[in-house]
Protein backbone atom coordinates (compact mmCIF):
# COMPACT_ATOMS: atom_id res chain seq x y z
CA UNK A 1 0.00 0.00 0.00
CA UNK A 2 0.70 3.60 -0.47
CA UNK A 3 1.87 5.79 2.74
CA UNK A 4 2.21 9.02 0.92
CA UNK A 5 -0.71 11.27 2.57
CA UNK A 6 -1.21 12.80 -0.73
CA UNK A 7 -2.18 9.77 -2.21
CA UNK A 8 -4.82 6.78 -1.78
CA UNK A 9 -3.65 3.71 -0.40
CA UNK A 10 -4.05 1.44 -3.21
CA UNK A 11 -4.86 2.95 -6.16
CA UNK A 12 -2.16 6.04 -5.58
CA UNK A 13 -5.17 8.54 -6.75
CA UNK A 14 -4.60 12.27 -5.61
CA UNK A 15 -6.16 13.37 -3.26
CA UNK A 16 -7.73 16.99 -2.33
CA UNK A 17 -6.17 19.29 0.65
CA UNK A 18 -8.03 21.88 2.24
CA UNK A 19 -5.51 24.47 0.95
CA UNK A 20 -5.67 23.06 -2.62
CA UNK A 21 -5.53 25.69 -5.33
CA UNK A 22 -7.21 24.44 -8.83
CA UNK A 23 -8.42 21.62 -7.67
CA UNK A 24 -9.63 20.66 -11.47
CA UNK A 25 -6.35 19.72 -11.93
CA UNK A 26 -6.02 16.33 -9.71
CA UNK A 27 -9.63 15.55 -10.07
CA UNK A 28 -8.41 15.28 -14.04
CA UNK A 29 -5.86 13.62 -12.52
CA UNK A 30 -7.61 11.00 -10.63
CA UNK A 31 -9.66 10.42 -13.23
CA UNK A 32 -7.46 9.47 -15.45
CA UNK A 33 -5.32 7.19 -13.83
CA UNK A 34 -8.56 5.42 -12.57
CA UNK A 35 -10.19 4.84 -16.19
CA UNK A 36 -6.72 3.86 -17.44
CA UNK A 37 -6.48 1.08 -14.55
CA UNK A 38 -10.36 0.11 -15.01
CA UNK A 39 -10.14 -0.45 -18.65
CA UNK A 40 -7.02 -2.93 -18.09
CA UNK A 41 -7.01 -3.51 -21.54
CA UNK A 42 -3.64 -3.83 -21.95
CA UNK A 43 0.07 -5.24 -24.48
CA UNK A 44 3.14 -5.31 -23.48
CA UNK A 45 6.14 -3.49 -25.16
CA UNK A 46 9.89 -2.83 -24.04
CA UNK A 47 9.65 0.76 -26.05
CA UNK A 48 6.62 3.44 -26.23
CA UNK A 49 5.33 3.48 -29.24
CA UNK A 50 6.54 6.34 -32.24
CA UNK A 51 2.66 7.36 -32.24
CA UNK A 52 0.88 6.04 -28.80
CA UNK A 53 -2.88 6.80 -28.77
CA UNK A 54 -4.36 8.73 -26.34
CA UNK A 55 -5.56 6.50 -23.90
CA UNK A 56 -3.34 3.74 -24.52
CA UNK A 57 -1.98 1.50 -21.95
CA UNK A 58 0.92 -0.68 -22.00
CA UNK A 59 2.83 -3.48 -19.68
CA UNK A 60 6.32 -2.21 -19.48
CA UNK A 61 8.19 -5.46 -20.55
CA UNK A 62 10.86 -7.19 -18.72
CA UNK A 63 13.37 -5.82 -21.59
CA UNK A 64 12.30 -2.50 -21.04
CA UNK A 65 14.74 -0.44 -22.86
CA UNK A 66 15.19 3.65 -23.09
CA UNK A 67 12.70 5.82 -21.50
CA UNK A 68 10.49 2.77 -19.94
CA UNK A 69 13.94 0.82 -18.46
CA UNK A 70 13.48 2.41 -15.07
CA UNK A 71 9.54 0.93 -15.09
CA UNK A 72 10.09 -2.76 -16.08
CA UNK A 73 6.93 -4.58 -14.86
CA UNK A 74 5.01 -1.24 -14.51
CA UNK A 75 2.25 -0.10 -16.68
CA UNK A 76 2.51 2.88 -19.13
CA UNK A 77 -0.49 4.93 -19.53
CA UNK A 78 -0.47 7.63 -22.79
CA UNK A 79 -2.67 10.68 -21.79
CA UNK A 80 -0.91 13.97 -23.85
CA UNK A 81 2.63 12.19 -22.15
CA UNK A 82 3.27 8.99 -20.35
CA UNK A 83 1.93 8.07 -17.19
CA UNK A 84 3.22 5.46 -15.12
CA UNK A 85 1.53 3.28 -12.79
CA UNK A 86 3.22 0.87 -10.07
CA UNK A 87 1.38 -2.50 -10.15
CA UNK A 88 -0.15 -3.72 -6.66
CA UNK A 89 -0.86 -7.23 -5.25
CA UNK A 90 -3.92 -8.54 -7.22
CA UNK A 91 -4.37 -6.23 -9.96
CA UNK A 92 -6.09 -7.44 -12.83
CA UNK A 93 -5.43 -6.44 -16.39
CA UNK A 94 -6.86 -8.17 -19.59
CA UNK A 95 -3.57 -8.83 -21.94
CA UNK A 96 -5.31 -7.74 -25.38
CA UNK A 97 -1.95 -9.26 -26.97
CA UNK A 98 -2.21 -12.68 -25.38
CA UNK A 99 -5.86 -12.64 -25.31
CA UNK A 100 -5.71 -13.40 -20.96
CA UNK A 101 -6.31 -11.93 -17.99
CA UNK A 102 -3.26 -11.83 -15.94
CA UNK A 103 -2.80 -10.75 -12.22
CA UNK A 104 0.08 -9.05 -10.25
CA UNK A 105 0.86 -11.54 -7.75
CA UNK A 106 4.00 -11.80 -5.50
CA UNK A 107 5.80 -8.83 -7.36
CA UNK A 108 5.33 -10.24 -10.73
CA UNK A 109 2.30 -10.70 -13.76
CA UNK A 110 1.06 -14.55 -13.85
CA UNK A 111 -1.71 -15.50 -16.19
CA UNK A 112 -5.24 -16.19 -13.79
Known amino acids: MNSNNNSSPWLGLPLLT ?13 IIRLEALMMGVIKESPLPPAEPALGELYL ?3 KAMGVWQ ?16 EPK ?9 KKQWWK ?5 WQTT
Open 18 to 30: PEQSQPEILINEA
Open 60 to 62: VSS
Open 70 to 85: EFSGWLAHYYHGWRFI
Open 89 to 97: EGFRIWRQD
Open 104 to 108: YEGKK
